[in-house]
């Protein structure tokens, strides 16, 4: 089974095709960080026209790379959120249109859920259920206790940033460039990580839950005074490097000690990770050290892809999940389980 997997939900244009639900023929990713950095975040209206442009050129080379045509796809995975609206709107018509064209069955999917299967699709051995499912990205950060793929209870999320947004804002206080996260590891690998006491948030009573907000003031505050502007001018090195290595080393501090008390609450051998945070080398250092056995997506499948999206509307089509019609809608937020 051949399928199409196609992704628009934010800055990233992805096309990919994978046979089965795990082998991946070619998965092509336009990245718009560059068009975006200059104003250090997503500008959703230019996020959409650049989906636009880039959508036909991708799904080209897509074929080629693959060395399949059109006509040899079986069916068609389209992340219908969560996302930004103009951004979705860009792939899912395009998925509806070739859905149509090619008499092919479409199935919508879940992005966030799809994060989690990049993990599954980068690993040939079965992974041992149930397992803590950790996503960690730029726009979402969850702890979900997962029976099975496709079976889930959400047990924690972020209460205000996600992770990746955290990092981030960061680094634009620091005037570093957009994404923020790379930038963030990269300069603390030369910090002090104990030269600026943060602590990421506690929710009384939710035990799972993040907050990264009230860090994140905490960060603007010493860098600057209660009373500054991060306009003020350029910080020293040193200042950049330990703040980096303090606020990165706190955040994850806070996510693995969250894991692994879920881990061991729901009695769970396996954690899956997903989402562009599971770049970070410290963050995989620490998960790693745990007492259990962590399933990570493979580089390309850490950032948004259209890879994940294909498998999982692949492994969805297979395990007997109806087809979307296409009535399906773009969902700027999708529960998740
Ligand atoms: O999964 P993703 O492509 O986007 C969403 O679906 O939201 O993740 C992008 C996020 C950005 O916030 C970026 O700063 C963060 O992942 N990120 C990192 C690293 N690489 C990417 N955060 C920390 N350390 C990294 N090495
Ligand atoms: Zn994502």
């Not at 806070?254 to 990770?273: F, G, H, M, Q």
């Not at 790693?288 to 950032?303: E, H, I, N």
Request: glycine share 10%; proline share 5%.
């Amino acid at each position: 089974m051949l399928t199409l997997g196609i992704e628009t939900t934010c800055d990233e244009t992805g096309i990919a095709l994978v046979a089965g639900t795990k082998e991946i023929l070619s998965n092509q990713i336009a990245s718009q960080v560059e068009v975006h950095s200059v104003f250090g975040g997503v500008i959703p209206e230019l996020a959409s026209r650049m989906h636009t442009e880039m959508f036909v050129p991708l799904l080209d080379r897509a074929l080629k790379d693959a060395k399949v045509a059109l006509k040899d796809i079986d069916l068609i995975g389209v992340a219908n959120g969560p996302g930004l609206l103009g951004a979705l709107i860009v792939g899912l018509q395009s998925a509806k249109a070739l859905s149509l064209a090619l008499n092919k069955p479409l199935m919508g999917i879940n992005h966030v859920e799809a994060h989690l299967y990049g993990a599954y699709m980068s690993h040939e051995e079965e992974i041992t259920f149930p397992a803590i499912g950790v996503i960690l990205s730029g726009g979402h950060t969850a702890l979900l206790y997962m029976e099975s793929l496709g079976k889930y209870r959400l047990i924690g999320q972020t209460v205000d940033d996600a992770m990746g947004e955290a990092f981030d804002k960061v680094a634009k206080m620091m005037h570093l460039p957009y994404p923020g996260g790379p930038e963030i590891e990269k300069r603390a690998i030369e910090g002090n990580s104990s030269r600026y006491p943060l602590k990421a948030g506690h929710i009384k009573g939710r035990p799972y839950d993040f907050s990264f907000s009230g860090m994140k003031t905490a960060v603007l505050y010493t860098l600057f005074g209660q009373e500054g502007s991060i306009e003020r001018g350029d910080l020293p090195t040193t200042t950049i490097n330990d703040m980096a290595a303090s606020f990165q080393n706190a955040a994850i501090k806070d996510v693995v000690k969250k894991v692994a008390a879920a881990a061991d609450e729901y009695r769970c051998t396996s954690i899956i990770l997903g989402g562009g945070v599971t770049n970070n080398r410290a963050l995989k250092n620490e998960i790693k050290a745990l007492p259990f056995r962590s399933y990570w997506p493979s580089p390309t499948l850490t950032l948004d892809n259209g890879a994940m999206i294909a498998g999982l509307a692949a492994w969805k089509y297979l395990n007997g999940y109806p087809a979307s019609g296409l009535e399906l809608q773009p969902l700027t937020r999708i529960p998740f389980c």
